[in-house]
């Protein structure tokens, strides 16, 4: 139906700066909001930042000031600048896509994750 593809994850020290992708291609005519989650060991899965087609964008308070998203609906593709990283960070990042993304609702559609690591 809706497939999603991550690149740019890797192993970033702290204070450095990462830039994530995610390709959206198949059905995507209901798919009006993307985002970003996270998962790290030990933590609960967080939703780090999303955004709709229309341009509002939202983030959670952990990443605020540090992380930016942003989009081009001509290329179907979300983008996630992590600016100022932190050991905290180190995750498994997945792009998400839906009609609409709520903090505690789980998205429809899942990416296959990418690993970002932040060494101290």
């Known amino acids: 139906q809706v497939q999603l593809v991550e690149s740019g994850g890797g192993l970033v020290q702290a204070g450095g700066s990462q830039r994530l992708s995610c390709a959206a291609s198949?059905?995507?005519?209901?798919?009006?909001?993307m985002g970003w989650y996270r998962q790290a060991p030990g933590k609960q899965r967080e939703l780090v930042a999303t955004?709709?087609?229309?341009?509002?964008?939202n983030y959670a308070d952990a990443v605020k000031g540090r992380f930016t998203i942003s989009g081009d609906n001509a290329k179907n593709t979300v983008y996630l600048q992590m600016n100022s990283l932190q050991p905290e960070d180190t995750a498994v990042y997945y792009c998400?896509?839906?009609?609409?993304?709520?903090?505690?609702?789980?998205?429809?559609?899942w990416g296959q994750g990418t690993q970002v690591t932040v060494s101290s």
């Open positions: 998400v896509a839906d009609r609409v993304l709520r903090v505690g609702v789980l998205p429809r559609y």
């Open positions: 198949g059905s995507l005519f209901s798919i009006d909001a």
């Open positions: 955004i709709t087609k229309f341009g509002s964008k």
